[in-house]
C-alpha cells in the first residue's frame, strides 16, 4: 500500500518569500510522484513529475521538487512567490497501478 | 486545457434523481479515472476503466457505476442521489501505463436540494 502526507493543510506567505509546501510517501516499489495544483472552481493541473534520473525536478511557474529517497519526501518549492500561486497543490504518488493523492495543502499569498 | 472534456459544468438535481456525468479523455488515451471531491472527503478516488473495462474500484457507492464505451468516453452514473452526493466530481485520463500520469477535466459541480 502507498500513502502521501502532506504537512499543513494550510500555508501562508508573503508576496516574494520562499515557498515550501512539504510532503512525505510510503510506497513498497521505487514510486513515481507528481505535484498537481487546483486553482478555484477547476480541475487539477500536472505541475511536475519524478518518475526516473535526476532528484531535482523543475515544473511549470517556476516550481521545482527534490525526491529524497532517505527522507520519503518529494516537497515543493519556488523561490519567491506570486499572487497568482495562491491556489491548493497536491502531492501524489504511483505505484504503476494507482495514484494517491495527499489530502491537500491550501497556498494563501499576502501582499 | 487538458485535452480532458466534462459535460455538464453544472448539474442541480433532488434527491432521489439520478444523473449521468459524461468525460472525454485526451486524444488516444486508454484509461479513465473518476474522482469526486468535497469539503469533508477530500478528492477521493472512484473508480477507473482502461479500454472499455474496470481496471480499479475505490470508494464508490453502490449507487453509482460507471461505463466506458468503445470510443473511450466514460459515463459515471449516480442514482438515488442524497444531499451529502452534492459534490465536485473529476474524470482523468491517462495514457502513460505504468507512469500513471493523470490529466484532469474541469469538473462537473453536482448539487443535490
Known amino acids: 500500500a502507498q500513502s502521501v502526507t502532506q504537512l499543513g493543510s494550510h500555508v501562508s506567505v508573503s508576496e516574494g518569500a520562499l515557498v515550501l509546501l512539504r510532503c512525505n510517501y510510503s510506497s513498497s516499489v521505487p514510486p513515481y510522484l507528481f505535484w498537481y495544483v487546483q486553482y478555484p472552481n477547476q480541475g487539477l493541473q500536472l505541475l511536475l513529475k519524478?518518475?526516473?534520473?535526476?532528484?531535482l525536478v523543475k515544473g511549470i511557474n517556476g516550481f521545482e521538487a527534490e525526491f529524497k529517497k532517505s527522507e520519503t519526501s518529494f516537497h515543493l518549492t519556488k523561490p519567491s512567490a506570486h499572487m497568482s500561486d495562491a491556489a491548493e497543490y497536491f502531492c501524489?504518488?504511483?505505484?504503476?497501478?494507482?495514484?494517491?493523492f495527499g489530502k491537500g495543502t491550501m497556498l494563501l499569498v499576502s501582499p | 486545457d487538458s485535452g480532458v472534456t466534462q459535460t455538464p459544468k453544472h448539474l442541480i438535481t433532488a434527491t432521489g434523481q439520478r444523473v449521468t456525468l459524461r468525460c472525454s479523455p485526451r486524444?488516444?488515451?486508454?484509461?479513465v479515472y473518476w474522482y469526486q471531491q468535497s469539503l469533508d472527503q477530500g478528492l477521493q478516488f472512484l473508480i477507473q476503466y482502461y479500454n472499455g473495462e474496470e481496471r480499479a474500484k475505490g470508494n464508490i457507492l453502490e449507487r453509482f457505476s460507471a461505463q466506458q464505451f468503445p470510443d473511450l468516453h466514460s459515463e459515471l452514473n449516480l442514482s438515488s442521489l442524497e444531499l451529502g452526493d452534492s459534490a465536485l466530481y473529476f474524470c482523468a485520463s491517462s495514457g502513460n501505463r505504468g507512469i500513471n500520469e493523470q490529466y484532469f477535466g474541469p469538473g462537473t459541480r453536482l448539487t443535490v436540494t
Open positions: 519524478y518518475t526516473t534520473g535526476a532528484t
Open positions: 501524489a504518488v504511483s505505484d504503476r497501478n494507482t495514484l494517491t
Open positions: 486524444s488516444g488515451d486508454l484509461s
